[in-house]
Each structure stands twice: as C-alpha cells, then as structure tokens.
C-alpha cells in the first residue's frame, strides 16, 4: 500500500496504522516511523486549547516521505497515522500523568516516569514548544479507548514485522525514523544532522551502528550518537541484540527538510529523500548475517 498524502482533521479519519509492504521481503530490515501522524480528530482539536499550527509543534513532519523508498529496496515501512500529540507511542502504554486526569488512576498506571514528569508521556500534557496541550483535565475511560485504538495497533504492527522479518532471515534490524527540532542553543554550524541512538550501545550491533553512521558522513552530514537522543521506548524495548533483533533511532535536524516555523516542506527535502534512499540501498544491500545473535 502507497503511504497517503497528510490527512488532517474533516477528512476520513483513516486506520491507526499504515504498512508499505515490498512485493517480496528481501532484507532483515524494517523502517518505523511512529511520530509523522498528522490525522488530528475533531473531538481532540475540540479539546486542546491550541491553534491548528502550535498542536503539530510535536509532529515528526514528513518523516515517512523521507523513507518511502524502503519497500523499493526490499523492506517494510510502518507508519502511524494518529499524531504523536494525541498518543505517543514512543513510549510506555500507559505512562500518563495523574494531573491531567478529572479522576483518580489506576494503580498500575506508570505515573513517576520522567516522561511524564516532562510532560511527554503517552498522552502529552504539552507540546515541544512546551504550550500546555488542553483547556481542561480528561476522562481516563476515554483515554484509555485511545491507546487502545493507537498505541496498541501501532505496536502489535511493528512486532508482527519484526517477527516476520526475524521468521525469515533470522535476524532483524528496525530502523526506528524521527526527526529533531533546531535547539536554540546549538549553532547551526555544529549541530548534528543526524543523531543515532542504540541506548548507548544495548540495543543495536555496534557493526551496524557504525554503517549508518559512515554512510551519512560520507554523504557529507554531521552524525552523532545518542547525544541528546539514545533511543526512546521502542529502542529499549524492541532492541534485544542477544535475540537477534536490533533497533537504530534516527533524528534527522528538521532544517534539513522543512520549515520548522510553517510546518512546511522546503525545497531541499528532495535532495535529503535522494540521500536517504541512498542509505537504504546500502543497507539493503549489505550482508546482514552479522545481526544473528
């Protein structure tokens, strides 16, 4: 299935999840882009007390465009439609803040998480730009429907693609896509464009690790790992090199591709999409044997 054009709000409000299958499985690979959602319900722009620009602040904008090649070159891409604002799944299923909520929560509920200390917890309280995301607190029933018409479809998605892929080759490397706002304090000089995060070494072969980052240097980028990103919850989860299966967190610096200010595409997207088919092509192309724990 081609991966759609966005759809916001008042257009049909698509499945949680889209998959771009190749015609045949050729590589241990598999592409995740949990963050690129950008289907805002009416009910939850009904909620949120921010204008239709500010609630996308959070957005990993065009990231799935940025990978769409990936079934081109033998690879599944998975995506989330729903906005990372409205459900992370970057992290824990149920990492929510007892704060925004108009009654007590369950006792299991993960609510000391530093996530949700931030603020970013699977249902966010606020966006990047740090603009507090509702005009009043929520009902956990409601809540709790949500994650599982997102959270839970998005994850059972991805480990059916790892199992499959590790079905096949016997091994799998997740490719886990994101994109990284500019921080003010960071010269654009210096600051990376790409961040690859294996949690510090636990969740990915460094082999593989080590061939990300060659590629994109030599495509002339600034590369740097797990510095401020080692890998969110999928990475720590997911990755599990003793059990043959690894994940790589890709930021890519969102002034590569977009204006962060419009939530925009620039013209330079096309030559970043060249470079990263670019990178899947040789990742596809690689004996990955090594991946086999």
Wanted: glycine residues 8%; aromatic residues 8%.
């Amino acid at each position: 299935m081609d991966l759609p054009l966005p759809v916001i709000a008042g257009q049909d409000r698509p499945g949680p999840v889209l998959i771009a299958r190749p015609s045949q499985q050729t590589a241990p690979l598999v592409f995740a882009s949990p963050h690129s959602g950008r289907f805002y319900p009416p009910e939850f722009l009904a909620e949120s007390r921010l204008d239709a620009l500010s609630v996308r602040r959070s957005e990993d904008s065009f990231v799935e465009e940025l990978f769409a090649a990936a079934p081109e070159y033998g690879a599944p891409l998975l995506a989330a439609t729903f906005p990372r604002v409205y459900c992370d799944a970057n992290r824990e299923a149920w990492e929510l803040d007892p704060g925004m909520f108009d009654g007590p929560l369950p006792p299991w509920v993960n609510s000391a998480s530093p996530r949700v200390g931030a603020g970013l917890g699977t249902i966010a309280r606020i966006v990047a730009s740090g603009e507090p995301v509702y005009q009043r607190r929520l009902s956990f029933p409601a809540v709790e429907t949500r994650i599982q018409r997102c959270w839970h479809p998005y994850h059972a998605a991805l480990a059916g693609l790892i199992a499959e892929t590790k079905a096949r080759f016997g091994c799998c490397l997740v490719i886990d896509c994101h994109s990284m706002p500019t921080h003010p304090l960071h010269p654009p000089q210096t600051a990376p464009d790409f961040v690859l995060g294996d949690a510090h070494g636990t969740a990915c072969a460094p082999r593989a690790v080590r061939m990300v980052e060659e590629v994109l240097a030599g495509l002339g980028y600034r590369v740097r790992r797990n510095d401020p990103y080692a890998g969110g919850y999928v990475t720590r989860h997911y990755g599990r090199p003793r059990e043959s299966v690894h994940v790589l967190q890709i930021e890519m610096a969102r002034a590569l591709y977009m204006n962060e200010a419009t939530i925009e595409r620039l013209p330079e997207m096309d030559s970043l999409r060249l470079d990263l088919t670019r990178l899947i092509a040789r990742l596809a192309a690689a004996d990955l044997g090594f991946l086999r724990g």
